[in-house]
């Protein structure tokens, strides 16, 4: 439009030029491009450690560094983490590093110009020179393993005779059926709502007191801890029984977990309340509700049982019925309790 001024921005002052003016078309042409705008300074959040466990490892035992690159933007992989491996170490598995520009390489490393390229003179010099990165990257040692994808090789463990993981049985009552199924498999009918001394054997006569007294696991412990995989929590049964015949020492005999404490540790455990946070975050509220009016019905003061409110044992849903245990994974000690459907 005639008479109409356009304003441009150059690098060191505002020109202000008519589009017939040849004098202002001849600025147009010499004047330089309006400089990028300062990009905004990124925010970077540590990661939790649990998180870690799928980074590669760089050998130093040191946790990645969070670096962002020169311009702002994410020097990993556009839509991977914001993690990096710190200068001057290798990815085993092919990792992303930063970069100047955040553009990768085929091998999954990032380069200055998006290519694939070799170290550059002045670094691999720096490298040599370096008393340190030259231990790195020699010979293999203690606090620098061989940079493979695997961890160093340790000498296997040596488990003594009391070994938990190695040895250690469960009593006969207690082992958990091969075959849950059938009626003649199950050892011990035990519903973990009702107290201990209405469980009963195989052939539906109450414990004796003998076998009560028998330990739990052979050889005797002194503690178990029991985990189940629909409970979020682990609990300790700490052993009160004491018996020569099975603990004998020269000090006398020592306490060890026994049958009886099994199943009273475990009905205890499971007694406890819970609060309305932990219902909350629990997946299957719906049955956990159904098992709380059912205990409630099926118990004999069921006014006082639903005033107490929920209970560890109602987050079974309908599985309240012991199915035996079996060695866990993880430290010594550690027992999985399954549990099943109906005493059958």
Not at 49 to 74: T, V, Y
Not at 242 to 258: E, H, I, L, M, P
Request: charged fraction near 20%; proline fraction near 9%.
């Amino acid at each position: 439009m005639p008479g109409r001024l356009h304003v441009r921005f150059d690098e060191h002052r505002n020109e202000y030029y008519d589009p017939k003016d040849p004098a202002s078309r001849r600025k147009r042409a010499n004047s330089l491009p309006p400089p990028p705008p300062s990009p905004a300074p990124q925010i970077y959040l540590q990661v939790p450690s649990k998180h870690r466990s799928h980074l590669s490892w760089d050998g130093s035992h040191r946790a990645p560094s969070l670096a962002a690159s020169s311009h702002g933007a994410h020097s990993p992989a556009s839509h991977g983490s914001h993690l990096s491996l710190p200068h001057g170490t290798h990815s085993p598995h092919g990792s992303h590093s930063a970069t100047s520009h955040g553009t990768h390489s085929p091998q999954g490393s990032a380069t200055s110009h998006g290519t694939r390229s070799s170290i550059s003179h002045s670094r691999s010099s720096s490298l040599t020179d370096s008393p340190s990165s030259s231990a790195m990257h020699s010979s293999p040692s203690r606090s620098h393993p061989p940079l493979s994808g695997q961890p160093p090789t340790t000498r296997p463990r040596r488990h003594s005779a009391s070994s938990y993981q190695g040895s250690a049985r469960v009593h006969s009552l207690l082992a958990r059926a091969s075959q849950p199924d059938k009626h003649s498999s199950v050892a011990l009918h035990f519903d973990l709502r009702r107290r201990p001394r209405h469980a009963t054997d195989v052939s539906r006569h109450h414990l004796p007191a003998h076998v009560l007294t028998e330990p739990a696991t052979s050889p005797p412990a002194a503690s178990l801890t029991i985990a189940c995989s629909r409970l979020p929590w682990a609990f300790r049964i700490e052993g009160s029984t004491r018996d020569a015949r099975f603990t004998k020492t020269s000090a006398g005999a020592t306490r060890y977990v026994s049958v009886g404490d099994l199943l009273d540790g475990l009905y205890a455990a499971l007694r406890a309340q819970i609060g309305e946070e932990e219902y909350k975050t629990y997946a299957d509220q719906r049955g956990v509700r159904h098992a709380f009016a059912e205990r409630c019905r099926v118990s004999s003061r069921p006014a006082e049982e639903k005033a107490r409110g929920l209970r560890r044992v109602d987050l079974l849903t309908t599985r309240v019925w012991f199915a035996g245990l079996e060695r866990g994974k993880g430290e010594e000690g550690m027992w999985t309790m399954r549990v099943k459907e109906g005493e059958k």
